[in-house]
């Protein structure tokens, strides 16, 4: 068997570039030649500094290897059980930090041809945006706040910009993600740094607060924000993963103004299309894709920074120490 660089977490906040063979896969899995894989600023972070709740359920432990979920890559080898894919196809995968994965084959999606790999790459993660926009049911003439301006904000309100809202506000403390959000289709952007976003919201929306509010910054104490700028009846999607406990005023902020709040996690949808759960997780990546391709989505402004792999451990300390200055990254296993 060969061997192929990976990505290793050795301990909290320390990254290394591994070696590893890389097994034959069994039926029902493809081995890819990797393009691109994307670095997850929520979920992978929260493994990387060693604060994720999989640490304290002793579901995961380090050393942790080939963290990630989302490349790029072409098809070298396939299972007997692939389907509609062949050899030498540029494809999206589940797949980790790796120079060849194992993706199942029933995880790859296609690429439109043309499509550059460094967006093409982003697909899972802005099905996971897409899923959190969904849940939301934007509605005409709704005032949306996205608190968190991160990777999976930064989708969202494109995604949102797309729907009949009245009023993005996007919500940060770091101007590097305020001028991607504004680039995005942002009516407003608010700095956590200088100024109270009540009083922003309130201004903006003449003092009627937000009906839809997407929370994606992970950030627990950002739910109780949310829950002041909410309009009566107003709808609130989790869609940044809170590692934590959150106090809440449960009966003066939720159950008094009958606010919604709803949680959105992208692996409860279907694998299967049915009747009443028509979008599966293979649909909205392959929507995603297709809306990238067609310039109805522009993650230009969203990927800061690509590096060759051997400098993927630099990706992660600028990703974790210095959110000032960095919002998406893109590892490249092609161009050394």
């Given at each position: ?199 922003a919201v309130d201004t903006i929306t003449a003092g009627r607060e937000c009906d839809t509010i997407i929370e994606a910054s992970g950030n627990t104490a950002a739910i109780a924000t949310a ?44 694998q299967t299309e049915t009747g009443y759960t028509p979008w599966t997780q293979q649909k909205n990546r392959e929507l995603i894709l297709e809306y990238l391709n067609r310039g109805k989505l ?39």
């Amino acid at each position: 068997m060969s061997k192929v660089k990976y990505v290793l977490f050795e301990n909290a906040y320390s990254a290394k570039i591994a070696e590893t063979e890389v097994p034959e896969p069994d039926e029902n899995q493809t081995v890819i030649r990797t393009l691109r894989s994307l670095i997850s600023p929520g979920t992978e972070l929260a493994y990387f500094e060693g604060r994720h709740t999989d640490f304290k359920t002793g579901k995961t432990k380090f050393p942790r290897g080939a963290p990630g979920y989302s490349a790029v890559g072409i098809i070298e080898k396939a299972g007997n059980n692939l389907k509609g894919f062949k050899e030498g196809d540029r494809v999206l995968a589940m797949s980790g930090h790796a120079e060849k994965g194992r993706p199942s084959s029933d995880n790859l999606t296609a690429i439109p041809d043309g499509l550059d790999s460094d967006y093409a790459v982003c697909g899972i993660l802005g099905s996971i945006a897409l899923h959190g926009v969904r849940e939301a049911n934007i509605q005409f003439g709704a005032n949306v706040l996205i608190l968190g301006m991160g990777m999976i904000g930064q989708i969202a309100l494109r995604l949102a910009r797309l729907s009949p809202a009245r009023n993005i506000i996007a919500a940060d403390m770091y101007p590097i993600r305020l001028d991607a959000a504004k680039h995005g289709g942002a009516d407003h952007c608010v700095n956590l740094s200088d100024e109270s976003l009540k009083d922003a919201v309130d201004t903006i929306t003449a003092g009627r607060e937000c009906d839809t509010i997407i929370e994606a910054s992970g950030n627990t104490a950002a739910i109780a924000t949310a829950l002041k700028c909410a309009a009566n009846r107003g709808k609130i999607v989790i869609l940044g993963c809170p590692h934590g406990i959150a106090e809440l005023d449960l009966y003066m902020e939720l159950q008094k103004r009958e606010i919604t709040l709803v949680g959105s996690y992208q692996p409860n949808c279907p694998q299967t299309e049915t009747g009443y759960t028509p979008w599966t997780q293979q649909k909205n990546r392959e929507l995603i894709l297709e809306y990238l391709n067609r310039g109805k989505l522009d993650f230009s402004k969203i990927i800061t920074h690509k590096m060759p792999y051997e400098k993927a451990p630099e990706l992660y300390n600028l990703l974790s120490q210095h959110k000032d200055q960095a919002i998406g990254a893109v590892i490249d296993w092609e161009n050394k």
